[in-house]
């Protein structure tokens, strides 16, 4: 696929990955695309196949997206089903750091050169530099970031080849700050024990807040000008490459985005009428490796049959997807035990789940089809005790109150209610109710 890039290089020569052409420039110097598995795979190009010696200048933007670490995890970092409501997509790229926020009001910069000229204060100072230009107070802080007085206003990541480097980071101009904030803070986070690299929380800024006249085009064209001051007369040229949609396809995939993610262990508790148990799900590469279920320390022992469930249970969530609807489907044969269905339910609505899969209509299709189209999740139950019983304490996880259980009964969809503050951190307390089918 041919796909139009505007890049700025101090090599009279087009990229050598790319043939100039005599085609249509993107004119206030930004990608020709706001697609973020397309840019990324670009810039990835870009440093494999451009001139060793080249330093070469790339202006971005995306569509609202948060981009992680190479080596974080999204289920600790950001908030998934938030974004899947808000249609921000997930990007990881391959670099280093923390997670980042994206969206039209943000530009991304990348700076690629030899790797034995690289430091990231130089690439930071030049950004910083540009601003000063624009007549906003800049400064570069001890982490490398670009910051405004106390506030952040870029971060920063890099990577290292053989023989090049580069240095990328966002630059928040008008970005949607509650959004941002919203995105990157996971409920789970407290709960997640995880290997691998923690974002490190500032306060930030917009640009905006300093100057009106900032924009996308004025602060590329500032980093334009400095960027010919710090490294030497440069070229503008549009780079049409006939683009590998493989490599796109490939960092948009499950695999890449999830099951990169290094190893982590989730805990949680769920709390019944007839027990409160303590959940521990560790996994490996997005995919559980082991599930630990056993009364909570200050719970009664449980009967055997409740035991059994709890082994049922362990024993087939190992090796599925860190996905709520794989999870789902793994438990369905316990179907006919009371206490699994309730703690397989607990499971699949605390775990910190997939952001694509998130709704609890896509539970309550894997459960039983007639739900799949409704607003409730139908899990049919094979035990019909008399007893009813009354409401537990919320405490964390999923509190049931069981009003009477028949072969024929229902399990209403949980509505939400407000969270709830834990030794795990935030969770969602949900409350479902069994009612006999009528």
Not at 43 to 50: G, H, I, S, V, W
């Amino acid at each position: 696929m041919l796909r139009s890039h505007r890049l700025f290089t101090n090599s009279a020569a087009a990229p050598a990955s790319a043939t100039a052409k005599a085609s249509t420039r993107d004119r206030d110097g930004k990608s020709s695309g706001t697609d973020p598995y397309t840019n990324l795979a670009f810039e990835d190009k870009l440093l494999r196949q451009t001139d060793t010696q080249s330093y070469v200048l790339y202006l971005w933007r995306n569509r609202p997206t948060v981009v992680i670490g190479r080596n974080q995890n999204p289920w600790k970092e950001c908030d998934l089903e938030l974004m899947r409501q808000r249609d921000v997509w997930l990007a990881r790229r391959t670099s280093g750091g923390g997670a980042v926020y994206h969206d039209l009001g943000n530009t991304n910069y990348t700076v690629i050169m030899p790797r034995d000229a690289f430091t990231r204060d130089r690439c930071a100072q030049m950004v910083a530099q540009a601003l000063q230009h624009a007549d906003i107070p800049a400064h570069v802080t001890a982490r490398h970031d670009v910051a405004v007085g106390t506030r952040k206003v870029s971060g920063s990541a890099f990577k290292l080849t053989g023989s090049r480097a580069f240095h990328h980071g966002t630059m928040l101009i008008d970005t949607d700050l509650a959004r941002l904030s919203g995105c990157l803070r996971s409920r789970h986070a407290a709960a997640i024990d995880a290997r691998g690299v923690d974002s490190v929380r500032s306060p930030v800024a917009n640009l905006r807040d300093y100057s009106l006249a900032i924009d996308h085009a004025t602060f590329c064209d500032a980093v334009r000008r400095q960027f010919a001051a710090t490294f030497g007369a440069v070229h503008d040229v549009t780079a049409d490459t006939d683009f590998d949609d493989a490599l796109r396809t490939r960092i948009g995939e499950w695999d890449w985005l999830y099951g990169q993610t290094p190893d982590f262990v989730h805990r949680f508790d769920a709390h019944f009428a007839w027990a409160s148990v303590s959940v521990s799900i560790s996994a490996r590469r997005g995919r559980i490796t082991a599930a630990d279920i056993a009364p909570a320390p200050e719970a009664v022992r449980p009967p055997p049959h409740v035991s059994a469930a709890f082994a049922d249970i362990s024993r087939l969530l190992s090796g599925t997807r860190y996905v709520r609807a794989d999870v789902a489907e793994r438990l369905l044969p316990l179907r006919t035990s009371f206490h699994a269905v309730e703690l397989s339910y607990s499971i699949c609505t605390l775990m910190a789940i997939d952001a694509s899969l998130a709704d609890a209509e896509c539970f309550a299709a894997k459960v039983h089809p007639a739900a799949a189209s409704g607003p409730y999740s139908f899990w049919p139950l094979a035990r019909s005790p008399s007893a009813t019983h009354g409401s537990t304490s919320a405490g964390v996880g999923v509190n049931v109150d069981v009003t009477r259980v028949h072969p024929a009964s229902v399990c209403l969809a949980p509505k939400l209610q407000p969270q709830t503050q834990s030794n795990h951190g935030f969770v969602i307390t949900r409350r479902a109710q069994l009612r006999p089918k009528l």
